[in-house]
């Protein structure tokens, strides 16, 4: 019986050192929030970006689901890492997402970050030169919005809107 005891002792001691060494790797995944809702909101820009484009005396531009997912996934990563960037890390640039997405040709991007709607979101890049340089570029006639909830639980979102032919 005391040859048996040990046995199972060992075999205890196993146990409760590998779940000692388990549960912080448990505790680092949970730590790490992902960010909060994400959305594709090309739709509900169609008449906020036609007034811009005719109001500047240019042609409406129309959603397109390939710029709206670059859009998304860059939303996504910014809302994830807590920051504004038109790069996704790991070598990936704009022009490397955008291929990524099928995407020929030139395209732009307007990034931005606060607690807006649409409305907000696009009189404050019409404010800014170089925003509204890439909303007032004939060249486009499609765009894709998107926005992600930041990871920290607040209702910040980190926006993205791709702009291309």
Do not use: K
């Amino acid at each position: 019986m005391p040859a048996i005891h040990s046995v199972l002792r060992p075999r205890r001691h196993l146990h409760w050192a590998l779940l000692a060494l388990l549960l912080p790797l448990a505790a680092c995944q949970s730590a790490g929030r992902g960010p909060g809702a994400s959305a594709g909101v090309s739709g509900s820009a169609s008449g906020a970006m036609a007034a811009v484009r005719s109001g500047n005396g240019l042609e409406s531009m129309s959603p397109d689901s390939r710029l709206e997912q670059a859009a998304l996934q860059q939303a996504i990563y910014m809302a994830s890492r807590g920051r504004m960037t038109h790069t996704t890390g790991w070598g990936r640039d704009f022009a490397t997402r955008v291929g990524g997405n099928g995407i020929d040709g030139a395209a732009a991007e307007n990034i931005a970050m606060g607690r807006m709607g649409i409305d907000r979101l696009f009189a404050m890049w019409m404010a800014s030169p170089p925003h509204r340089r890439n909303m007032l570029d004939p060249r486009f006639r499609h765009y894709g919005l998107a926005y992600a909830e930041a990871a920290n639980g607040s209702s910040e979102r980190y926006w993205a809107l791709v702009l291309g032919r």
